[in-house]
């Protein structure tokens, strides 16, 4: 007459993803005070659906001791928690049962490598950005952005100069991933300058990726304004030919507006006079 009972109505456990399949869960025990057959508990998990899979699929239990394994290898990307029901019956005539909640908390490890997004390297070529020579110290040139599926520290960034063709002209920031000119660029500095950056993750261990980027150094930004404006103001690029050409143009157009004044004028004459001799 005594149904089993469990020492908790609710567990929880947690669980490290990427588990290997048949990994031990946890263990449920409910104590049934009657005795003999009646005092024989039976162990199962009730019929439930994870992520409209049935929860067969993803653990069993030892239906003799309560023991719960794993069926799978989590993956707490795709999963990070389930809740399951426990029960225990006993052997008794009718028998009689009790359940348990169970509430498996899958926890974070650190296994994505950070994910470069900016300045991508398209097809196996480095990634390029233009600093013109004027830049001061300080200039920014890029910020490299990039992101990582884990989560809590695991996720946290850091970037770091890995290799540079002078280790004096940029530096990355730790936090920000902003590349910014150390100091002034000089007419002597080479023209082409390769950074290696490398973004690291706060796990353990520590994953990571890189970007190679080639910066080129222009030595006036402005030169294509510059030479339209010059273009502009410079006389030397009115010849002769191109004078004479205006001033032919101009004299056409005035000959022109001349002309249609003209018959306007004309046309007006005429039609006074017609008027005149209607009313004459």
Do not use: W
């Not at 390297?121 to 110290?137: D, L």
């Not at 890029?142 to 996720?155: E, F, L, P, V, Y």
């Not at 936090?175 to 950074?195: F, K, M």
Request: a negative charge; aromatic letters at 8%; one cysteine or more.
């Amino acid at each position: 007459d005594n149904a089993p009972q469990f020492a908790e109505a609710s567990y929880n456990v947690y669980m490290m993803e990427n588990n290997a399949p048949g990994a031990f869960i946890f263990t449920v025990t409910a104590t049934d005070p009657d005795l003999d057959q009646n005092s024989y508990v039976s162990y199962s998990v009730l019929d439930n659906h994870i992520q409209n899979l049935p929860v067969s699929t993803y653990l069993c239990i030892n239906s003799m001791n309560g023991t719960i394994y794993a069926l799978r290898s989590f993956d707490y990307e795709e999963i990070k928690n389930f809740q399951i029901n426990v029960q225990a019956r006993d052997a008794g005539v009718p028998p009689l049962s009790s359940s348990a909640t169970v509430n498996v908390i899958i926890l974070d490890q650190n296994d994505n490598a950070p994910v470069i997004i900016s300045p991508l390297e398209q097809s196996g070529s480095a990634a390029t950005e233009i600093v013109p020579q004027s830049a001061g110290q300080g200039y920014l040139v890029t910020k490299i952005i990039a992101t990582d599926a884990d989560s809590g520290q695991n996720s946290r960034l850091f970037h770091q100069m890995a290799k540079s063709t002078d280790p004096t002209l940029f530096n990355v920031g730790k936090i920000s991933g902003e590349i910014r000119t150390s100091r002034n660029i000089l007419q002597s500095d080479n023209g082409l300058q390769t950074l290696v950056i490398l973004v690291k993750d706060n796990g353990q261990p520590s994953l990571s990726s890189t970007v190679t980027m080639n910066i080129r150094v222009l030595e006036n930004s402005t030169e294509g304004i510059t030479e339209s404006s010059t273009f502009v103001k410079n006389p030397e690029h009115f010849s002769d030919p191109n004078v004479y050409f205006i001033i032919i143009f101009s004299c056409t157009s005035v000959v022109f507006l001349v002309i249609i004044v003209l018959l306007i004028g004309i046309k007006c004459k005429q039609d006074r006079s017609i008027i005149q001799e209607y009313n004459t």
